[in-house]
């Protein structure tokens, strides 16, 4: 079993949809969550950072952490055309030597006009 | 506010050739620095990370090493490629402030 579990995709949805992207995992250590958005062929951007348990919203952009049910999500609202990413969920346990993140392989998600 | 610079963007290279790909930071002091790998349709692979100058931690047995001769750069090497060394190289840092990790544009490697 993988530490980290993500659904590859596609998700495909119209513009405005809401969007729903989830991880869950197996290492109970894992107290740092962090969503990253990667474009074709770029390196991934930072999207959403969360500690531990909780929502944090930015913008469109809400992260849901429950560590309870060791399982994360990225919602998105009123999608663009311009969300069309890969969106790859990546955690952490504390570590002495390096903040070492082991990522889920990625959600391709396609949002159409 | 911190930028990672990679190089070469792109490169094709023969099976049996060396490698060096580089990373150069601006904007920190004494960072975190990290390779990572990115294989097609898999997720990214901690290759190596350093916490400081000479600092190198390995966490895959593999046919590369690391170095970091300068605060502010990392290197990536190979002596003898492998068709399996094929892949998007990434370069990350963690700024000292924080936990987060930001990642540079990537070299794109194929080994032919």
């Known amino acids: 079993q993988k530490e980290v579990e993500q659904d590859p995709g596609p998700l495909s949805v119209p513009e405005g949809a809401i969007v729903s992207l989830n991880c869950t995992y197996s290492n109970s250590a894992f107290q740092y969550f962090m969503w990253y958005r990667q474009y074709s062929r770029k390196g991934p951007d930072l999207l959403m950072y969360t500690y531990s348990s909780g929502n944090k919203e930015d913008g469109r952009f809400t992260a849901q952490v429950d560590k309870s049910s060791k399982y994360i999500s990225l919602f998105i609202r009123d999608s663009q055309p311009s969300d069309s990413a890969t969106y790859l969920c990546?955690?952490?346990?504390?570590?002495?030597?390096?903040?070492?993140?082991?990522f889920g392989t990625g959600t391709q998600l396609k949002v159409e006009l | 506010s911190q930028t990672i610079h990679q190089w070469p963007a792109t490169l094709v290279q023969p099976v049996g050739s060396p490698l060096s790909l580089e990373c150069t930071v601006e904007g920190t002091s004494n960072p975190n620095l990290y390779w990572y790998r990115q294989a097609a349709g898999r997720g990214l692979q901690l290759l190596f990370y350093?916490?400081?100058?000479?600092?190198i931690s390995s966490e895959v047995p593999q046919n590369l090493s690391a170095s970091r001769p300068q605060d502010r750069q990392f290197i990536l090497s190979s002596k003898k490629l492998l068709l399996s060394d094929s892949g998007f190289y990434l370069c990350?840092?963690?700024?000292?402030?924080?936990?987060?990790?930001?990642f540079g544009e990537g070299s794109w490697l194929t080994v032919v």
């Open positions: 990350a840092l963690e700024a000292r402030a924080g936990n987060t990790i930001y």
């Open positions: 990546a955690m952490s346990a504390v570590t002495g030597g390096g903040n070492k993140l082991t």
């Open positions: 350093s916490v400081g100058i000479g600092q």
